[in-house]
């Protein structure tokens, strides 16, 4: 069974840094774009970052442009969501996604991706 499985999360003070990774198993996602979204306790899933499959394409949300990096390794499956500058308003519990349809596809609404994770918590302290 296909399924992604983010870690690194954890709690870290403001300024800080984080490196999220997403792994895939069960298929090949190589040819998928991939996306970050987080969700903050009580308030809506919200686009974060998306990769298109060969890496080449990259689109940020503007709360996290300059800060954030994604990036992808096919040869490992995995995608990474490197964090900088960290702000206590980047706390959530953040999710990777996969769309299989759109390989070229930088989608920052919630609806095209066909695969998600279960998410990992990341919570930055003032």
């Known amino acids: 069974q296909a399924q992604l499985v983010e870690s690194g999360g954890g709690l870290v003070q403001a300024g800080g840094s984080l490196r999220l990774s997403c792994t895939a198993s069960?298929?090949?996602?190589?040819?998928?774009?991939m996306g970050w979204f987080r969700q903050a306790p009580g308030k809506e899933r919200e686009f974060v970052a998306a990769i298109n499959w060969s890496g080449e394409n990259t689109y940020y949300a503007g709360s996290v442009k300059g800060r954030f990096t994604i990036s992808r390794d096919n040869a490992e499956n995995t995608v990474y969501l490197q964090m900088n500058s960290l702000k206590p308003e980047d706390t959530a519990v953040y999710f990777c996604?996969?769309?299989?349809?759109?390989?070229?596809?930088?989608?920052?609404?919630?609806?095209?991706?066909?695969?998600w994770g279960q998410g990992t918590q990341v919570t930055v302290s003032s």
């Open positions: 069960g298929r090949t996602f190589r040819r998928a774009a």
């Open positions: 996604a996969a769309d299989l349809d759109e390989p070229y596809g930088l989608a920052s609404s919630a609806n095209p991706y066909d695969y």
